[in-house]
Structures are given as C-alpha cells and as structure tokens.
Nanobody, 125 residues
C-alpha cells in the first residue's frame, strides 16, 4: 500500500511558478506509475500529467503542455509537478495519484488506486 502527501500549493500571480511535491510512503514506490490530477470548484477532477516507472515516458493534458513538467525521484519516494507560466484557469486542488501498472500513462481516475489529500493552488490575475 502507498500513502501520498502533497505539498507546495499556494497563492501565486498569473505568470508565476510553483512546484508541487508528493511524498510517498512504502518501499514499492518505484514500481508505480504516478500522475497528477486537479479539480476546480464545480468541475470534475481532470488529468494533468503522468509519468511511468521507467521515467522514459510522460504524458500531459493539452492545457498544460509546455508549461508543466512532471518528474520523480525514486530514491526520495517523491514525485514533483513543476508549474510555470501559471494562469488563473490553473486554479484548483491538485492531487497526486499512484497507478499499480508501472508502465502505463493513465489519464482517467479509475486507473489510479492511491490518492493524496490534495493541495490548493490559486492563481490570481
């Protein structure tokens, strides 16, 4: 089992940057694919980015491509989401998630079995 704890959220002006971290417990962290999702008020939770176990493949939502970068440090049991050129529409609660299929780049919620509690990101205009 994996427990996930996000951090790094906050308030930032449009055009600014934030880096989210997701610390995972459990010695098998490196065998999971990891993803980030976000949920804005009144909207469904949506896919943001995914990175598979081997680090060789990643996938991004079109809305964040070129601005966000997902990465992981298996030695530190941590996955990151670097967010640059932030826009007000990026405002949401951001969640990290773990997928038991290590080479998959899941884009739907049902592909992930473990979830963190979320961290709030607010981008002001």
């Amino acid at each position: 089992q994996v427990q996930l704890v996000e951090s790094g959220g906050g308030l930032v002006q449009a055009g600014g940057s934030l880096r989210l971290s997701c610390a995972a417990s459990g010695r098998t962290f490196s065998s999971y694919a990891m993803g980030w999702f976000r949920q804005a008020p009144g909207k469904e939770r949506e896919f943001v980015a995914a990175l598979n176990w081997s680090l060789r493949r990643s996938n991004y939502a079109d809305s964040v491509k070129g601005r966000f970068t997902i990465s992981r440090d298996n030695a530190k049991n941590t996955v990151y989401l670097q967010m640059n050129s932030l826009k007000p529409e990026d405002t949401a609660v951001y969640y990290c998630a773990a997928d038991q299929t290590p080479l998959r780049l899941g884009v739907t919620r049902r592909e992930y079995v473990y979830w963190g509690q979320g961290t709030q990101v607010t981008v002001s205009s």
